[in-house]
């Protein structure tokens, strides 16, 4: 690269990635093929509009790789064309929640998802983000006990709110969702059920995760987590009429059409030429068994911390993440996430279910293990960061703090991103 100010920063970034634990719940490190597809030529290409219906011409090759995506999106999560459509065009995550909700939901009217202090998303409907401007959020959370959705609790709300479109998924919930039950409350008051399954996406591609897709109208997920793709979304969404009266078009075609011309402009196609890329690797065996080793070392993760004295919320996981509660220990999250950042671990300051702090200092942090489980790090390395963790946080010496250090260098020499 010539421009020697970028490459530097680009190198910097190399090696803060390589020389550092990498434990951010929703980040991973994609694959050589993936970058290449990211910064391919398809880059330069303005494509407005969908396969064969393009608003500028040249989109030959553009519209084969936009179908080559969508074909192995569907094939990877077993869905048959004739039944769902999906849009690989959203720019990421929020974009995509946006355009569903856009599609199917008047404005105006109330839709349901877990609260962010709670685990749930910014665009589930919080009041700061546009979906909790236009719509009106009813906020679900856990149960004060258990830390679990309160299936029945949940039932009580929508009984009571009649929400247009309940959303099923979260960023820092560590639990299985029950999709069964989140479809029995979705038809109880003849609202649609779309899942965001953006965090657990590769769990469920690997079938370490139950599919959502027998219960949902409509699926998004960003393809950047445990899904191991670039930087991008897809939706999903079922080739049905909604339960509109003479509604003229099918879910899907009302997602199309919400995403673009509703939402975006140009597709970015060097992105979907990336998720075609990652698809296909989804799709191998390997992918199974990483995913499976996701589930694997999260857990070993959480039993290690527990055994070292700390509360996990909702005593354990199910799936790449879990939330640690350190307040209870006397320090609070953003504070316990700038100790291990000076230790070369990255995590990120996380509310907990009933969160007394503020979000910009909450009660907790949150550890995901899929960008570990991508570097070949298994249960052993798993107890052994939960052990530099605990000495980070236990309040121990300079010198003690050094050692930790050394052992982060060592255990990123011996798993080279
Ligand atoms: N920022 C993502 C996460 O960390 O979970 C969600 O958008």
Same mark, same amino acid.
């Given at each position: 690269?010539?421009?020697?100010?970028?490459?530097?920063?680009?190198?910097?970034?190399?090696?803060?990635?390589?020389?550092?634990?990498?434990?951010?719940?929703?980040?991973?490190?994609?694959?050589?093929?993936?970058?290449?597809?990211?910064?391919?030529?398809?880059?330069?290409?303005?494509?407005?509009?969908?396969?064969?219906?393009?608003?500028?011409?040249?989109?030959?090759?553009?519209?084969?790789?936009?179908?080559?995506?969508?074909?192995?999106?569907?094939?990877?999560?077993?869905?048959?064309?004739?039944?769902?459509?999906?849009?690989?065009?959203?720019?990421?995550?929020?974009?995509?929640?946006?355009?569903?909700?856009?599609?199917?939901?008047?404005?105006?009217?109330?839709?349901?998802?877990?609260?962010?202090?709670?685990?749930?998303?910014?665009?589930?409907?919080?009041?700061?983000?546009?979906?909790?401007?236009?719509?009106?959020?009813?906020?679900?959370?856990?149960?004060?006990?258990?830390?679990?959705?309160?299936?029945?609790?949940?039932?009580?709300?929508?009984?009571? %709110?009649?929400?247009?479109?309940? /959303? $099923?998924? &979260?960023?820092?919930?560590?639990?299985?969702?029950? *999709? #069964? @039950?989140?479809? !029995?409350?979705?038809?109880?008051?003849?609202?649609?059920?779309?899942?965001?399954?953006?965090?657990?996406?590769?769990?469920?591609?690997?079938?370490?995760?139950?599919?959502?897709?027998?219960?949902?109208?409509?699926?998004?997920?960003?393809?950047?987590?445990?899904?191991?793709?670039?930087?991008?979304?897809?939706?999903?969404?079922?080739?049905?009429?909604?339960?509109?009266?003479?509604?003229?078009?099918?879910?899907?075609?009302?997602?199309?059409?919400?995403?673009?011309?509703?939402?975006?402009?140009?597709?970015? %196609?060097?992105?979907?030429?990336? /998720? $075609?890329? &990652?698809?296909?690797?989804?799709?191998?065996?390997? *992918? #199974? @068994?990483?995913? !499976?080793?996701?589930?694997?070392?999260?857990?070993?993760?959480?039993?290690?911390?527990?055994?070292?004295?700390?509360?996990?919320?909702?005593?354990?996981?199910?799936?790449?993440?879990?939330?640690?509660?350190?307040?209870?220990?006397?320090?609070?999250?953003?504070?316990?996430?700038?100790?291990?950042?000076?230790?070369?671990?990255?995590?990120?300051?996380?509310?907990?279910?009933?969160?007394?702090?503020?979000?910009?200092?909450?009660?907790?942090?949150?550890?995901?293990?899929?960008?570990?489980?991508?570097?070949?790090?298994?249960?052993?390395?798993?107890?052994?960061? &939960?052990?530099?963790?605990?000495?980070?946080?236990?309040?121990?010496?300079?010198?003690?703090?050094?050692?930790?250090?050394?052992?982060?260098?060592?255990?990123?020499?011996?798993?080279?991103?």
């Amino acid at each position: 690269m010539r421009d020697k100010e970028v490459r530097k920063l680009i190198g910097k970034e190399a090696k803060r990635q390589n020389d550092t634990l990498n434990l951010i719940a929703s980040e991973n490190y994609v694959s050589k093929d993936v970058r290449e597809a990211l910064g391919s030529v398809f880059v330069n290409k303005y494509a407005e509009g969908y396969p064969h219906a393009r608003y500028y011409g040249g989109n030959t090759y553009v519209d084969e790789v936009e179908e080559l995506a969508k074909r192995r999106a569907l094939k990877l999560f077993s869905l048959s064309p004739k039944a769902w459509s999906v849009n690989v065009q959203p720019y990421s995550g929020s974009p995509a929640n946006l355009a569903v909700l856009h599609a199917l939901v008047p404005v105006g009217e109330k839709i349901m998802g877990m609260s962010l202090a709670m685990g749930g998303h910014l665009t589930h409907g919080h009041k700061v983000s546009v979906t909790g401007k236009l719509w009106e959020q009813i906020p679900y959370g856990v149960d004060r006990g258990t830390e679990n959705i309160d299936y029945g609790e949940v039932m009580r709300i929508a009984k009571k %709110e009649q929400p247009k479109l309940i /959303i $099923a998924g &979260a960023t820092a919930y560590s639990r299985i969702v029950n *999709f #069964k @039950k989140m479809k !029995a409350i979705a038809d109880a008051v003849g609202a649609y059920l779309l899942v965001d399954m953006s965090h657990f996406a590769g769990l469920v591609a690997g079938k370490a995760y139950p599919s959502p897709f027998p219960y949902a109208d409509a699926v998004t997920t960003t393809t950047h987590k445990t899904l191991r793709g670039p930087r991008a979304a897809m939706i999903f969404s079922r080739n049905t009429h909604p339960p509109i009266p003479n509604s003229k078009f099918l879910i899907s075609e009302l997602i199309d059409k919400a995403v673009f011309p509703g939402l975006q402009g140009g597709p970015h %196609e060097n992105q979907i030429a990336a /998720i $075609a890329v &990652a698809l296909e690797e989804a799709m191998k065996p390997a *992918f #199974k @068994k990483y995913a !499976a080793q996701i589930v694997k070392n999260t857990r070993a993760f959480a039993e290690e911390m527990k055994r070292l004295g700390w509360r996990v919320i909702s005593g354990g996981t199910d799936t790449h993440l879990f939330l640690l509660d350190t307040a209870s220990r006397g320090i609070g999250g953003k504070e316990a996430s700038d100790a291990l950042e000076d230790a070369g671990i990255i995590v990120n300051k996380n509310t907990i279910p009933f969160d007394e702090r503020k979000p910009t200092d909450p009660s907790g942090i949150r550890i995901g293990t899929a960008a570990l489980t991508t570097r070949g790090m298994k249960e052993k390395e798993m107890k052994e960061i &939960a052990f530099l963790i605990n000495a980070v946080l236990g309040g121990i010496s300079k010198r003690k703090k050094n050692e930790a250090q050394g052992k982060v260098v060592r255990l990123c020499k011996k798993f080279p991103v």
